[in-house]
Nanobody, 128 residues
């Protein structure tokens, strides 16, 4: 089992910055990749960014490229999402997700079913 706890959400004005953190605990040695998804009110949960636990290769959804940066600290078992130049359309609940090596996932890294662990979410609100 892997437990994920997000933090760092809040209210910020457009153009501002926030840094989200996701701390993993439990069987962290089994981590393969971690990601951030977000869900705006009335919408589906969408992929934001992904990072491989070893190697550190990253992927981003097009609308956040150049504004968001995902990173990890393997020693702290924590992944971060630095969000700059925030826009009102970034307002959503942000979820951390993890895929372990032993999980026979379907889908792709940008789909929910690729991941087998999820955090509880943290609210990000960007005012105009």
């Amino acid at each position: 089992q892997v437990q994920l706890v997000e933090s760092g959400g809040g209210l910020v004005q457009a153009g501002g910055s926030l840094r989200l953190s996701c701390a993993a605990s439990g069987r962290t040695f089994s981590l393969y990749a971690m990601a951030w998804f977000r869900q705006a009110p009335g919408k589906e949960r969408d992929f934001v960014s992904k990072i491989n636990w070893s190697g550190g290769s990253t992927s981003y959804e097009d609308s956040v490229k150049g504004r968001f940066t995902i990173s990890r600290d393997n020693a702290k078992n924590t992944v971060y999402l630095q969000m700059d130049s925030l826009k009102p359309e970034d307002t959503a609940v942000y979820y951390c997700a993890a895929k372990t090596h032993t999980y026979s996932s379907q889908g792709y890294y940008y789909t929910e079913n690729w991941y087998n662990y999820w955090g509880q979410g943290t609210q990000v609100t960007v005012s105009s």
